[in-house]
């Protein structure tokens, strides 16, 4: 049932487009997204969570909607909820995302917030799991059985998924402007196009990339912004598969001490988002890491500045920018997944990981 791919990964891999079309239909109808919009629209405060791929999903939320929306949300890695349990109350709105709607961490976070009276929406993969069942409302992604053990298309469908409520918050607080609300809903309506054109042009390019980065033991993504999340998911998977070191930190923080350990040949990938002022501020942050000797490489929208910069270069459809997950993160999925097969690991089978986490 692998339907002629080597792995679960790469066929989930290519599943995206449909993936985040039907999410996003499944959306567009959902009648429970304006009683979803309604809570966040009036809650006092705004928090989101999850763990691993579902926790940078949260991020995003918590970028987009604070832009978007004008409205700023707390975002939290879901073990980590007894640090911000006390602030916690009546009023305030819970996000929890979680793919397989099972992860214990994520579910012992939503009932503390519970007993102390925080209403919870949830964002699931999996109908009818426990988290959807302890929450007041649940939104479904759509992506269908994710097999393969690293999270591909669960990232992809709960972004666009997450991107398209911060849309229609923006709307119910009046923040979002008229012409920026146009431009997000024209680029997501196409999600599934942009996700397959990223997945055409990029193939080949990681795959070249993942033997270069295949001998290294240690790397940097960075990113700034709304491709800060999308850089420490791409961290994480190449972590998780192939076995590589890899730190994800907001790029303005490498003269603050990351970058004491660049040498030459250190490789640090870019992730720069369709923001020309985002990009503009990642310019320097090449040029520093470039000073050093170290490998860089940038996986952003096609005719960017950078690309005379970097030693390497991934071009990604240009977008909306809150979409900035459905373009970059494919190149890094498979960056990741050439790694792992070059370095011969199976990346269905990660060791010392199970696909949901059961335990605390
Ligand atoms: C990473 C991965 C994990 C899960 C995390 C949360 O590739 O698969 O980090 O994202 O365990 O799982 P869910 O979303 O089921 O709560």
Redesign the pocket.
């Known amino acids: 049932e692998k339907s002629g791919y080597p792995h679960f990964m790469l066929k989930e891999i290519h599943e995206q487009p449909r993936a985040v079309m039907e999410t996003l239909h499944g959306a567009l109808h959902d009648q429970l997204i304006p009683e979803a919009v309604e809570l966040l629209a009036n809650a006092e405060k705004v928090y989101v969570t ?8 949260a991020e995003h939320f918590s970028i987009t909607g604070t832009r978007l929306a004008g409205k700023p949300i707390i975002s939290f890695i ?1 073990s980590e909820y007894d640090t911000y349990l006390p602030a916690a109350g009546e009023g305030d709105v819970l996000i929890v ?7 214990m ?2 579910l012992k976070a939503l009932r503390a917030f519970k007993r102390k009276g925080v209403r919870v929406i949830s964002v ?3 109908i009818d799991s426990a ?1 959807p069942r302890e929450s007041h409302v649940t939104l479904y992604t759509r992506a269908g059985p ?1 097999i ?5 298309k ?2 992809t469908t ?1 972004t666009t998924l997450l991107t398209y409520l911060a849309v229609r918050l923006g709307e119910a607080t009046g923040q979002l402007d008229a012409g920026e609300r146009e431009g997000i809903l024209r680029s997501i309506s196409s999600a599934g196009e942009l996700v397959k054109k990223a997945l055409e042009d990029t193939g080949e390019r990681a795959k070249k990339l993942a033997s270069a980065i295949s001998r290294s033991s240690s790397a940097y993504y960075l990113s700034r912004g709304v491709g800060v999340p999308v850089a420490k ?1 791409g961290a ?2 190449i972590k ?2 192939a076995y590589i070191h890899a730190e994800s930190y907001p790029a303005g923080e490498s003269k603050h001490g990351p970058i004491a350990l660049v040498e030459k040949s250190f490789p640090v990938v870019f992730v720069i988002p369709n923001d020309t002022y985002l990009e503009t501020l990642l310019l320097g942050n090449i040029e520093e890491m470039k000073a050093r000797g170290a490998f860089t490489v940038g996986v952003g929208p096609e005719g960017s500045r950078a690309v005379e910069l970097l030693n390497d270069y991934i071009p990604v459809p240009r977008t909306h920018w809150a979409l900035t997950p459905l373009t970059h993160t494919i190149p890094l999925q498979l960056l990741a997944y050439y790694a792992a097969v070059e370095k011969g690991f199976d990346p269905d089978k ?1 060791r010392n ?5 059961t335990v605390e």
Not at 50 to 57: D, K, M, P, Q
Not at 148 to 152: D, I
């Open positions: 999850g763990a691993g791929t579902s926790f940078h999903a879901s995302v979680s793919q397989s709607g099972e992860t961490d994520s699931s993969n999996v988290i994710e393969g053990v690293a999270a591909t669960t990232f709960q998911e994480l998977k998780e598969i990660p990981l199970a696909k949901t986490v």
